[in-house]
């Protein structure tokens, strides 16, 4: 019947990259989701600074227009103010990301919290120079939406910036214990369904770790996403074991559930 196929990786979009020490590293890429959320958060607390700043300029400069104006009448005085405003109002933009991803290793309060970091196509943490570049393109990715585009049609999801700066945005590395994502108990019932009703041996040991995968991670996952990527593997999976029906009120997570315990168990009684 042929392995599964590749459907998970339009969510979990994996890429391999070869450090200076040979060493092989599988990484999961930020899809424009997770880079779009810790964007929102970065401007909000962006935006913030900004306040705070605007409001201390608003009081300081027209104190010191109040006082040149009664000594020495200097009005062209306003335009250099506003040109220092805004000067100081994009070096707070351009450092706020600089001085974060420098020192937090690629990563800022928006990333952090989003659990995803910008590293090195080389996987080395970023430095000064990456996160300059990356900063300094930001405006340049924000205009017209120009990052979004290039992120979701470019193969490592890079904006402008991250192709200049030779860097990639991916999700934090958690290991997962094959316990540790939760089972219902229907799945057990199903489980020993499947290996009487069903024929598993097609299954392959890469279409077992694909559904774990999936399992391990849909939490994480958009309620959208979710729904989909389970309802896509579960008829693969059916057309796979020849099951001609799966019992009625059973959804796509509880028969991908079985499926993983009843091949699990499949595997041990061969051992």
């Given at each position: 019947?042929?392995?599964?196929?590749?459907?998970?990786?339009?969510?979990?979009?994996?890429?391999?990259?070869?450090?200076?020490?040979?060493?092989?590293?599988?990484?999961?890429?930020?899809?424009?989701?997770?880079?779009?959320?810790?964007?929102?958060?970065?401007?909000?607390?962006?935006?913030?600074?900004?306040?705070?700043?605007?409001?201390?300029?608003?009081?300081?400069?027209?104190?010191?227009?109040?006082?040149?104006?009664?000594?020495?009448?200097?009005?062209?005085?306003?335009?250099?103010?506003?040109?220092?405003?805004?000067?100081?109002?994009?070096?707070?933009?351009?450092?706020?990301?600089?001085?974060?991803?420098?020192?937090?290793?690629?990563?800022?309060?928006?990333?952090?919290?989003?659990?995803?970091?910008?590293?090195?196509?080389?996987?080395?943490?970023?430095?000064?120079?990456?996160?300059?570049?990356?900063?300094?393109?930001?405006?340049?990715?924000?205009?017209?939406?120009l990052g979004v585009?290039?992120?979701?049609?470019?193969?490592?999801?890079?904006?402008?910036?991250?192709?200049?700066?030779?860097?990639?945005?991916?999700?934090?590395?958690?290991?997962?214990?094959?316990?540790?994502?939760?089972?219902?108990?229907?799945?057990?019932?199903?489980?020993?369904?499947?290996?009487?009703?069903?024929?598993?041996?097609?299954?392959?040991?890469?279409?077992?770790?694909m559904i774990r995968?999936?399992?391990?991670?849909?939490?994480?996952?958009?309620?959208?996403?979710?729904?989909?990527?389970?309802?896509?593997?579960?008829?693969?999976?059916?057309?796979?074991?020849?099951?001609?029906?799966?019992?009625s009120g059973v959804?796509?997570?509880?028969?991908?559930?079985?499926?993983?315990?009843?091949?699990?168990?499949?595997?041990?009684?061969?051992?």
């Amino acid at each position: 019947m042929g392995k599964l196929k590749s459907t998970p990786t339009n969510f979990f979009n994996r890429v391999t990259i070869q450090t200076p020490e040979s060493v092989e590293l599988e990484l999961t890429l930020a899809g424009i989701g997770s880079r779009a959320y810790a964007l929102l958060i970065d401007y909000i607390v962006l935006g913030l600074i900004l306040v705070v700043f605007l409001i201390a300029w608003g009081f300081l400069s027209s104190q010191l227009l109040d006082l040149l104006d009664y000594f020495f009448g200097i009005n062209e005085l306003r335009l250099w103010l506003v040109a220092i405003y805004l000067f100081i109002t994009f070096s707070i933009y351009i450092g706020y990301f600089v001085l974060f991803e420098t020192l937090w290793q690629g990563q800022t309060p928006g990333k952090r919290y989003g659990k995803i970091r910008v590293i090195r196509d080389d996987a080395r943490p970023v430095r000064l120079q990456q996160a300059t570049l990356r900063a300094l393109l930001r405006p340049v990715d924000d205009l017209w939406f120009l990052g979004v585009f290039l992120i979701i049609f470019s193969k490592r999801e890079k904006r402008l910036g991250d192709w200049l700066a030779g860097t990639l945005v991916v999700q934090e590395e958690q290991p997962i214990a094959s316990a540790s994502f939760k089972i219902s108990d229907q799945a057990q019932a199903l489980a020993n369904q499947l290996q009487t009703e069903a024929d598993l041996s097609p299954l392959q040991p890469e279409d077992f770790a694909m559904i774990r995968e999936y399992l391990q991670r849909r939490e994480a996952m958009t309620f959208q996403a979710k729904a989909k990527l389970s309802g896509q593997l579960a008829d693969q999976v059916k057309d796979m074991i020849a099951l001609e029906k799966v019992p009625s009120g059973v959804t796509a997570n509880l028969f991908l559930e079985a499926v993983y315990l009843a091949y699990q168990q499949l595997s041990s009684q061969d051992y």
